[in-house]
């Protein structure tokens, strides 16, 4: 029988590079960088979508191993995966880059953390001991989970500060200036996400 992750992931296709996006009404000078950040931020939400599943699927595991499948949390926890599924297939589709859309990811960003509960990945007593190696799992699962929602909390903020600066253009400014300094934006970060 397939995991979680196995069935939920095969799911999840990464972003058709064929798919015209299109960013708002700018100068043409500025729909390439437009254009270039928008395909990265879809692929950094296509990882955080798998990395999020993931964690979620290896805390499903460790309750399954440890016979609690019958627990409030693992249920809350599987009840997860497809709530996070819903928004995906919301997003993927998507092809115009605009604020109302930015504020979407912001979003979901921001409110991760309540799909990939931590709190919800803890190990109760009933024939667990405290010393096993499952509950060390249960910690290197809680751990990455962690690492999970803080990405998703600092791609919130970052695409909050493009959703300031799209708004920004309004005033004057370029759009150009809108997304340097983020993820995909002109420079390209070396080395981040």
Same mark, same amino acid.
Request: aromatic fraction near 14%; avoid cysteine; charge should be negative.
């Given at each position: 029988?397939?995991?979680?992750?196995?069935?939920?992931?095969?799911?999840?296709?990464?972003?058709?590079?064929?798919?015209?996006?299109?960013?708002?009404?700018?100068?043409?000078?500025?729909?390439?960088?437009?254009?270039?950040?928008?395909?990265?931020?879809?692929?950094?939400?296509?990882?955080?979508?798998?990395?999020?599943?993931?964690?979620?699927?290896?805390?499903?595991?460790?309750?399954?191993?440890?016979?609690?499948?019958?627990?409030?949390?693992?249920?809350?926890?599987?009840?997860?995966?497809?709530?996070?599924?819903?928004?995906?297939?919301?997003?993927?589709?998507?092809?115009?880059?605009?604020?109302?859309?930015?504020?979407?990811? &912001?979003?979901?960003?921001?409110? !991760? $953390?309540?799909?990939?509960?931590?709190?919800? /990945?803890?190990?109760?007593?009933? +024939?667990?001991?405290?010393?096993?190696?499952?509950?060390?799992?249960?910690?290197?699962?809680?751990?990455?989970?962690?690492?999970?929602?803080?990405?998703?909390?600092?791609?919130?903020?970052?695409?909050?500060?493009? &959703?300031?600066?799209?708004?920004? !253009? $309004?005033?004057?400014?370029?759009?150009?200036? /809108?997304?340097?300094?983020?993820? +995909?934006?002109?420079?390209?970060?070396?080395?981040?996400?």
């Amino acid at each position: 029988m397939d995991t979680f992750q196995e069935q939920y992931l095969s799911f999840i296709q990464v972003p058709d590079q064929t798919v015209p996006l299109s960013a708002p009404e700018w100068p043409k000078t500025h729909h390439p960088q437009a254009i270039s950040w928008f395909k990265h931020l879809r692929w950094t939400i296509t990882s955080m979508t798998t990395k999020s599943i993931q964690a979620i699927e290896a805390a499903l595991h460790l309750y399954e191993k440890t016979s609690h499948k019958d627990s409030p949390r693992y249920t809350k926890l599987r009840e997860s995966v497809p709530r996070l599924l819903e928004w995906w297939d919301n997003f993927i589709p998507v092809t115009q880059l605009s604020r109302f859309f930015l504020l979407t990811v &912001v979003e979901f960003m921001m409110s !991760l $953390g309540d799909l990939v509960n931590v709190e919800e /990945m803890y190990l109760t007593s009933g +024939g667990v001991d405290s010393n096993s190696g499952f509950v060390r799992e249960m910690l290197e699962v809680r751990k990455s989970a962690r690492t999970v929602i803080y990405e998703g909390f600092i791609i919130g903020r970052l695409v909050q500060e493009a &959703v300031f600066r799209f708004e920004d !253009l $309004g005033e004057g400014y370029t759009a150009d200036q /809108m997304f340097v300094g983020l993820p +995909g934006g002109f420079p390209f970060p070396e080395g981040k996400f």
